[in-house]
């Protein structure tokens, strides 16, 4: 692992102001302190937001939910109103990572994490996730696991997220 900065935001303003230029936002880094440790990812500054208020879910008045970033995926999914109304979402949390890794890992992380295609993983190999304009080597290599659906010239890799394939299938919007 490279070294790197770490600043501790204390606003919303302030931590935007923080990550720019070769930064990256950490919450529970599930995802992104294991790509440090394989150098895929090499971010000059990590910007902690943990004490930002995002970790709120709320209702809203057309009968959904307003689910902050910085909310964990086991909060989330052993709500009682997902669990009663959503339960595709609480399912899907369940089924995609430990106990361990739901307790740490955040609703916004999990959304933001990166894929699993192993030539992302390998710095050796051409991918334009990693570096944009290389090229897929997924494409003529082992692709058995990637995508079938929603690919095109520039990567075949899927997307790891089991929470965002429940929220798409529910009609969940992305709001600031």
């Known amino acids: 692992m490279r070294a790197f900065d770490y600043v501790r935001a204390d606003s919303a303003e302030g931590a935007v102001r923080d990550a720019a230029g070769g ?3 950490i919450a529970g880094g599930t995802n992104l302190i294991d790509l440090m440790k394989l150098e895929v990812m090499s971010p000059e500054t990590l910007v902690d937001i943990n004490r930002l208020a995002m970790n709120g879910i709320e209702d809203t008045a057309d009968g959904g939910l307003r689910i902050g970033a910085l909310v964990t995926n086991s909060d989330l999914a052993n709500d ?12 899907a949390l369940l089924a995609g990572a430990s106990g361990q ?10 959304l933001l994490q990166r894929t699993r295609c192993l030539y992302f993983y390998d710095r050796a190999s051409a991918c334009n996730k990693r570096e944009p304009g290389t090229g897929c080597a997924a ?36 709001r600031r």
């Open 23 to 25: 930064a990256a936002f």
């Open 80 to 91: 009682s109103r997902v669990r009663r109304n959503w339960p595709v979402l609480s399912r």
């Open 101 to 110: 890794l739901r307790n740490k890992a955040t609703t916004g992380g999990n």
């Open 139 to 174: 494409q003529e290599g082992f692709n058995r696991i990637l995508a079938v659906l929603g690919t095109s010239e520039h990567c075949i890799a899927t997307h790891p997220s089991d929470m965002a394939v429940a929220m798409r299938a529910l009609g969940a919007e992305g």
